[in-house]
């Protein structure tokens, strides 16, 4: 199974900044998928990084409130821009190959906007 | 579209005690299935899953069984532990979604000793 690595794990914001989250594979997948996990509710999908073009939004997300990068296989960057206390949220990585139906999540992202 | 539909909890139990955690889905195809586990304040390990119709998926004394004919895949265990205590989802993944997983809302689970 493939190590995750998400940076930070926590964090503290100020409402109206944007924070960065990274996460780190220690291994190349062919997919990555960034989620949210509101205060003691469901996984809901943001978006699917691609490696190399933009990334595909859920309904209900865009990229202007959270950009994705993904300039390579290993490694992947979502940022929550202009932040509201809506915002607050575990924010979580995903990964998996195509042709491997299992998906690995990293430890997550525990973001409180204030 | 494709839904997955989880019991209400929390789920308090005494340990040794029996469990089981319905899910239901809804899916034009033929899913895959699986449970993930949360334990406080980490984020999700696979616990098991099944990919096609009367699999079952095993792991440390967990199992799940997936039942085309009733679109289930509860999970079950015979003998809870107080570590088995955490947030129980089942979620699936269709292969013409790019393996995108939609979850269930999630079941506590809370064993007491």
């Known amino acids: 199974s493939a190590v995750i690595s998400q940076k930070p794990s926590r964090d503290i914001c100020q409402r109206g900044t944007s924070l960065t989250i990274q996460c780190q594979v220690d291994?190349?997948?062919?997919?990555m998928f960034w989620y949210r996990q509101q205060p003691g509710q469901s996984l809901t999908l943001i978006a699917t990084?691609?490696?190399?073009?933009?990334?595909?939004?859920e309904s209900g997300f865009v990229i202007d409130k959270f950009p994705i990068s993904r300039p390579n296989l290993t490694f992947s960057t979502l940022t929550v821009s202009n932040m509201s206390p809506e915002d607050s949220s575990i924010y979580l990585c995903?990964?998996?190959?195509?042709?491997?139906?299992?998906?690995?999540f990293g430890q997550g992202t525990r973001l409180t906007v204030v | 579209g494709n839904s997955v539909t989880q019991m209400e909890g929390p789920v308090t139990l005494s340990e040794e005690a029996f469990l089981t955690i319905n899910c239901t889905y809804t899916?034009?195809?033929?899913?895959?299935l699986f449970w993930y586990v949360q334990y406080p304040g980490e984020g999700l390990q696979l616990l098991l899953k099944?990919?096609?119709?009367?699999d079952k998926g095993s792991n440390k004394g967990f199992e799940a069984t997936y039942r085309k004919e009733t679109t289930s895949f509860h999970l079950e265990k015979g003998s809870v532990q107080v570590s088995d205590s955490a947030v129980y989802f089942c979620a699936l993944s269709m292969v013409d979604s790019s393996y995108k997983l939609i979850f269930g809302s999630g079941t506590r689970l809370l064993v007491r000793p």
């Open positions: 291994s190349q997948v062919t997919m």
């Open positions: 995903s990964v998996s190959d195509r042709g491997n139906t299992e998906a690995f």
């Open positions: 990084a691609n490696q190399g073009s933009e990334a595909t939004y």
């Open positions: 099944a990919t096609k119709a009367d």
């Open positions: 899916a034009t195809g033929y899913p895959s």
